[in-house]
């Protein structure tokens, strides 16, 4: 695991290498145990400049011309696999391909056999030396068959072409600005903030997308000017063109409704414990994310039989939520398997402390009060010498494990009210009253006139009318309010045909996931130097599991119905049954305490983000409601709250 950076002065100016640098550097957390650069002459065909970290130019070219070298890429080193030569920028044998790269290939080995056959030499034992040969073989297409979690940059020096490309379900993050003739691309914003030619300018599309959605979707990122490359896409940049598309999409087809469900079951339980054992392929210590739930618990169960010794788990708590603690039942699971188990609680100070530092690694506000949470966990990990913790991210969205997607099952079943009348009447009511947000959400789908504005209104955590009410009237102006449906539609013209289920657990796994979960993910993680995997979204697996029929995964009114039969044959009954707790912490209970004061603080500034592109009329008036139990907006507030914290630690102000 690692950060990967680069600049490309496509006029052909010359790279400034203390800027690549900085920005190689911004990334240190990302790789922490070591770093390397290479720029090249675009124009000329001399030989590239390589710079280790601690290391002067390599004497055979230091001569050269810096104004010449108008292309450079950057990475720093996490080290998993290879821990001796799998040092980058890494290039093939003759350096015409280079590649500095971010993630695992878990088939790299498969791989590597196939193309030593074709007649390439391979010099390290590492993954990334496979992605340059695939590359070779197989052009810009070459990432299609890369079983992992990625993001890359490679240089093909003769083709002058420089390609970028992220994994199938956007594990490893990417991205770019290409404006004034300059590319640059990072694992992390800040990288590319690192160019002070950069503005650090507040993107309103992404700011109403996520007012709507909690978070912002790709490609859009709240820094206007900066992309987020999206999940199984790529960028190839050549001829001073850049040209994005989308490589994989996952099934074409329909679910396969003549499916039988033992056979399935089967197929699928020894699809999941050969992802268990090619993700514990490492060189280093690795370990589990352990919640109270059945995905991480079956992990633990395929971790025992791969591991030669005590697996260690890790997990937290929340002051205040004793009673919902995720930490008990899982302490249980561990000593079932004879898991090396750790726990701590977190408080309110946590999260107040860890706020700012939390804005600046995570980049985006995202309406995740649980993502803090697992930066604690991988902090503990890594304090006990750990690098790698696998994780049970996946199934929620693949087999169906929200209540959301219980409302899809069983929605038709409903009465239909006339549109009208629900638009007119029963959604302004249920913005009212001081319905459980599920009920709110089941109040806008209902006055949905397409299966667009359906979603809409089921993926929307606040009504239309309350997100426009909570914008300035300025901003309000000039924001598009038919984006986020015209989003949705086009990822519904990308999804299979099938049923409302089966639909909406394909965009989940391409929307909310990549850009909310796996985002906080990765990003908490790596500020404590560990590298984050997730079995459930092994490629080989989800092709199958995305194939299984929607009744395959609510069933009598509960979801994951297959998937707790695949782990039942891992885990005991109790675990299987075991209701979801998740990381339920205790922030609306501490939004009336420190966390509260904080944000009216926060809001109280003249500067503030709230003042500048919100009503803060209305934020107090909401931040009022939810202390004096009126109306629980935990969520939104916490939203909110991220914003300002992100808009004062990246000075927009």
């Excluded at 599309?205 to 820094?223: G, I, K």
């Amino acid at each position: 695991m690692c950060g990967i950076c680069g600049i490309w002065n496509v006029d052909g100016g010359p790279v400034d290498a203390d800027l690549l640098s900085r920005m190689r550097d911004a990334l240190a957390h990302r790789g922490p145990d070591g770093a390397g650069s290479v720029l090249f002459d675009v124009a000329g065909a001399g030989e590239p400049v390589l710079v280790r970290e601690g290391t002067p130019l390599d004497r055979r070219i230091s001569d050269r011309s810096p104004a010449t070298l108008s292309l450079g890429l950057a990475h720093r080193r996490l080290s998993i696999i290879d821990l001796d030569t799998g040092d980058q920028p890494m290039c093939n044998e003759d350096g015409s391909v280079w590649v500095v790269f971010n993630g695992e290939i878990y088939n790299y080995r498969e791989l590597r056999q196939e193309l030593r056959a074709a007649g390439h030499v391979f010099r390290s034992s590492s993954d990334t030396e496979v992605i340059v040969h695939a590359y070779e073989e197989e052009g810009v297409r070459c990432m299609a068959r890369f079983n992992g979690i990625f993001a890359f940059a490679l240089w093909d020096v003769r083709e002058r072409r420089l390609l970028l490309a992220r994994d199938h379900f956007g594990v490893k993050p990417l991205y770019y600005s290409f404006r004034d003739g300059t590319l640059r691309f990072a694992s992390e914003i800040k990288a590319i903030l690192a160019d002070a030619r950069v503005p650090r300018e507040v993107d309103l599309d992404a700011l109403n997308l996520c007012l709507t959605l909690r978070h912002s979707p790709s490609p859009w990122t709240m820094f206007r000017g900066i992309t987020r490359l999206a999940p199984a896409s790529r960028a190839v940049l050549e001829r001073g063109r850049l040209t994005v598309e989308q490589y994989w999409h996952g099934p074409s087809e329909p679910a396969d409704a003549t499916s039988d469900e033992p056979a399935l079951t089967e197929e699928l339980a020894g699809l999941l414990e050969r992802a268990v054992e090619r993700q514990m392929v490492s060189d280093v210590p690795i370990s589990l994310s352990l919640s109270s739930g059945v995905d991480s618990s079956a992990l633990l169960a395929l971790m025992s039989r791969h591991s030669a010794g005590p697996v260690r788990a890790f997990t937290v708590g929340f002051a205040g939520r004793e009673a919902a603690s995720e930490v008990g039942p899982a302490s249980t699971t561990a000593r079932q398997f004879g898991a090396d188990f750790n726990s701590r609680l977190l408080s309110d100070d946590d999260y107040a402390a860890f706020l700012d530092a939390y804005m600046w690694h995570l980049e985006e506000p995202v309406g995740n009060e649980s993502a803090p949470a697992y930066y604690f966990v991988a902090r503990m990990a890594r304090e006990r010498g750990v690098k790698v913790l696998l994780n049970g991210q996946g199934p929620d969205e693949t087999f169906a494990g929200y209540t959301r997607h219980l409302g899809a099952a069983y929605g038709a079943l409903l009465p239909r009210l006339p549109t009208s009348f629900v638009a007119s009447v029963v959604a302004p009511l249920a913005d009212c009253l001081p319905l459980p947000e599920t009920g709110r959400r089941l109040a806008y789908g209902l006055a949905g006139r397409s299966e667009a504005e359906e979603l809409l209104a089921t993926y929307g955590f606040v009504s239309p009318a309350t997100r426009a009410r909570l914008l300035h009237p300025a901003v309000r102006s000039m924001v598009d309010r038919d984006l986020p449906r015209a989003y949705l539609e086009v990822q519904l013209r990308a999804a299979p045909t099938g049923s409302r289920l089966e639909r909406m657990l394909y965009m989940d796994t391409r929307t909310s996931l990549p850009d909310n979960l796996l985002l906080c993910e990765d990003k908490m993680a790596m500020a404590a130097s560990v590298e984050a995997r997730v079995p459930f979204l092994d490629l080989d697996y989800m092709a199958l599991a995305e194939r299984v029929p929607g009744f395959f995964k609510v069933r009598r009114g509960r979801g994951k119905y297959l998937h707790r039969r695949v782990c039942a044959r891992l885990v005991p009954p109790d675990v299987v049954r075991r209701p979801k707790i998740g990381f339920t912490n205790a922030v609306d209970v501490w939004l009336r305490a420190r966390l509260g004061a904080h944000f009216r603080q926060a809001i109280a500034a003249p500067n503030s983000f709230t003042a500048t592109y919100l009503d803060a009329g209305v934020v107090s008036s909401l931040l009022h409601e939810h202390l004096v139990r009126h109306r629980n907006h935990q969520r939104l507030l916490f939203l909110l709250l991220s914003m300002e914290a992100w808009y004062r630690t990246f000075s927009l102000a």
